[in-house]
């Protein structure tokens, strides 16, 4: 059996969508005859923990833990409030940030390059140098974010004999929050620098959507492979959808993930139909940014507005089951066309409707359309998603809200094992 090495910041108990990715692909690799190997932190600052993930991960699997420098933990001790809210990506727009959150985000994007987890790099080289020739490992997996981990691929690649693999979870220079970062020039022209140096020193490069696979295309002769994140197939016992019309969110809301057009659609109806007044609920599982939930109140929702703190992941499968339709929210922006959330893949599993509102050429209207599975539009598409509420209530009153989706096996996490087994041959 073939020894591949993973190298991964997010890992049990760490929470949230970033851990889910890995852990699965490794839950599977076995059957596809690849033994994986796993380096983690020993200490990592995790924003959100889920400890019942620890459950998935395979018998007798080899992992490797190294101590790493957290400067977020240091940052707590002026206000740890503003750091977890920072490291989890909850950045408040500009016109709210206070003078604290302001310095720590241009120290963050300025002076950690590529990020905070930089200190980790040279560390492991000199770890994993030793250990790849001592176990005889010739594959070496690195993902990201954080891109630090790149790094540590970039430079066992130029020292050693291996076959690197680069994932991108998410892009790089163009993902949602670095304009957020208050880069100055040079800063950006490091990432820029770094980010080409990988994307052309790895022998492969995996991509989650189809947005970045075309973007780094266009910045290296390398091959670019699409593997989607995917869905688990898990056993449930049967759950019957809220008798309420629910519109569940499950996940972090972040404050430019906020479409306050839709809040202002179900304040109008409310207002209009008695019938929807007396069955509508909005629920939000997860962080939410006070942004939305003050933009929520301002349309006068709250008495609407069931908000479940961060819930442990099989709890949010479950959400996503008794919910009567599944919002899938996005940043309006040309950079997050590319930004396929891994929710969107159990929300398929769910067998829910699904109502999406993201950028234009969002990614997430191919995946919708082939699969029948809902609805996407736009921010400015207002009157569209109003007639789409009409028929989602409309159906809902007559018992008969469901999902039609179909062609969703391809998403399975064994399914894109599969896929992923064949390149790391």
């Not at 600052?45 to 019942?52: G, R, S």
């Not at 909850?90 to 990020?115: A, C, H, T, W």
């Not at 991108?168 to 770094?194: C, N, V």
């Not at 898990?234 to 309420?244: G, S």
Request: net charge neutral; proline share 5%.
């Amino acid at each position: 059996m073939k020894k591949v090495l993973i190298i991964t910041y997010y890992w049990p108990p760490a929470g949230g969508p970033g851990v889910q990715r890995w852990l699965k692909f490794v839950k599977y690799l076995r059957e596809f005859e690849i033994e994986p190997v796993v380096y983690v932190p020993e200490n990592p600052a995790y924003p959100i923990t889920d400890k019942n993930l620890e459950t998935e991960i395979p018998e007798n699997l080899q992992i490797i833990k190294r101590r790493i420098l957290e400067p977020y933990s240091l940052a707590g001790i002026f206000s740890k409030k503003e750091t977890e809210t920072i490291s989890s990506g909850i950045i408040s727009e500009e016109k709210n940030q206070g003078v604290l959150q302001r310095l720590m985000l241009y120290v963050r994007g300025n002076f950690f390059i590529p990020d905070a987890r930089k200190f980790w790099v040279e560390p492991s080289v000199k770890f994993l140098k030793y250990f790849l020739q001592k176990e005889k490992i010739e594959t070496v997996v690195t993902t990201g974010p954080p891109h630090s981990l790149h790094l540590i691929g970039l430079k066992l690649k130029k020292d050693l004999d291996i076959e690197w693999v680069a994932d991108f979870r998410d892009p790089w220079t163009q993902i949602g929050y670095h304009s957020k970062l208050k880069l100055t020039a040079g800063a950006m022209r490091k990432h820029e620098d770094l980010e080409q140096k990988v994307l052309n020193t790895a022998d492969k490069i995996l991509v989650t959507s189809y947005t970045t696979k075309a973007e780094f295309e266009g910045k290296t002769s390398k091959p670019v492979y699409l593997i989607t994140n995917g869905y688990d197939e898990e056993n449930f016992e049967e759950i019957t959808p809220d008798e309420k019309f629910t519109f569940s969110h499950i996940g972090s809301l972040l404050s430019g993930r906020n479409p306050e057009f839709l809040w202002k659609i179900f304040s109008e109806f409310i207002k209009e139909n008695e019938d929807f007044s007396n069955v509508f609920r909005l629920r939000l599982v997860g962080k939410v940014s006070p942004e939305v939930i003050n933009s929520i109140k301002e349309n006068k929702l709250e008495d609407y507005l069931e908000l479940i703190p961060y819930v442990s992941h099989r709890e949010a499968l479950k959400f996503q089951r008794k919910s009567q339709v599944l919002l899938l929210l996005e940043i309006d922006s040309e950079e997050t066309r590319g930004i396929i959330p891994g929710k969107i893949f159990e929300y398929l599993y769910a067998k829910r409707p699904i109502l999406a509102i993201g950028p234009e050429e969002w990614d997430v209207q191919k995946i919708l359309k082939e699969t029948g599975a809902g609805e996407c539009y736009n921010y400015s598409d207002k009157e569209a998603v109003k007639i789409e509420i009409k028929r989602l209530f409309s159906d809902f009153k007559q018992g008969n809200l469901k999902s039609t989706s179909h062609n969703i096996e391809q998403y399975s996490r064994r399914e894109l094992t599969g896929k992923l087994a064949n390149l790391l041959r």
